[in-house]
């Protein structure tokens, strides 16, 4: 990695977000509960990343628009078109995983 330059790595840093953003939009069925039991970060993480890195370089970027980039769409309407109410079984691992990290 030290034969990249500063500007070549955050190109290749760039590429890879969107690349994940891609697979996450194509994976709608994934959701953002079992990512957190899994990863530990979900789509709502990136977007808050996504905007504190915003704020970092003095863009001005509310919560809603950095949502929009990671969904693709805005949220409400991932939410309501992608995003079925947590089973049972995915909150006590998400409570377990809670635990576990705390």
């Known amino acids: ?57 003095g863009y001005e970027i509310d919560d809603m628009t950095a949502r929009e980039r990671v969904y693709g769409m805005p949220y409400s309407e991932w939410k309501a078109n992608h995003q079925p109410k947590a089973t049972p079984e995915q909150l006590a691992a998400f409570e377990a995983r809670q635990h576990k990290e705390g």
């Open 1 to 57: 990695m030290t034969d990249l330059t500063q500007a070549q790595q955050d190109a290749l840093d760039a590429a890879a977000f969107r690349r994940l953003l891609k697979h996450l939009d194509a994976n709608k069925d994934v959701q953002n509960i079992d990512l957190m039991i899994l990863a530990g970060f979900c789509r709502n993480c990136l977007s808050k990343w996504y905007k504190a890195a915003a704020d970092d370089a």
